[in-house]
């Protein structure tokens, strides 16, 4: 008995420094906007503002308690859903719209007389362009609305 108390003391010993040390992964969220506290602000309304999780706020910035937030602190909100009891909610911050992409001038490549049997879809097949792009580049309001004898600007891509 007195000898293998020694060797078990030996062999966990060897265990455990030849073995690494397992850390925990930080969880990746997607984040759904930046959040600037403001003054009187907590975890718990900003979550109420997004309906998120507040621990996954608390998780996603690496607080090391709930009510260390300060004002002009930068929050990370991650998309985690989270049903909250009622409570003061805080001020959404949503992030800017991005300017809308402006749609580029029609230039006619060239043009297309209205025939009997055609619409705007066999038309764009036979030009290759969208035929949304067609009727936009001509004012055609209902696609299903074009009259024979028409003369149609067929813009280049």
Not at 103 to 132: E, F
Not at 146 to 153: A, K, T, Y
Request: proline residues 12%; charged residues 15%; hydrophobic residues 40%.
């Amino acid at each position: 008995m007195r000898r293998v108390f020694p060797v078990l003391l030996l062999v966990i010993g060897l265990l455990l420094l030849s073995s690494a040390p397992v850390y925990a992964q930080p969880t990746a969220y997607d984040i759904i906007v930046n959040h600037v506290v403001k003054s009187g602000e907590t975890i718990y309304c900003i979550a109420r503002a997004y309906k998120v999780s507040p621990v996954a706020i608390i998780n996603a910035n690496m607080l090391p308690a709930p009510n260390w937030v300060y004002p002009g602190q930068k929050l990370a909100i991650p998309n985690v859903p989270a049903m909250l009891p009622a409570g003061p909610t805080c001020e959404r911050q949503d992030p800017p719209t991005p300017p809308p992409t402006p749609t580029p001038a029609c230039t006619c490549a060239q043009y297309h007389t209205v025939v009997t049997g055609d619409n705007l879809y066999r038309i764009s097949l036979k030009y290759k362009i969208n035929m949304w792009r067609i009727a936009e580049c001509n004012n055609i309001h209902n696609l299903n609305y074009i009259r024979i004898g028409d003369v149609l600007c067929i813009p280049d891509k």
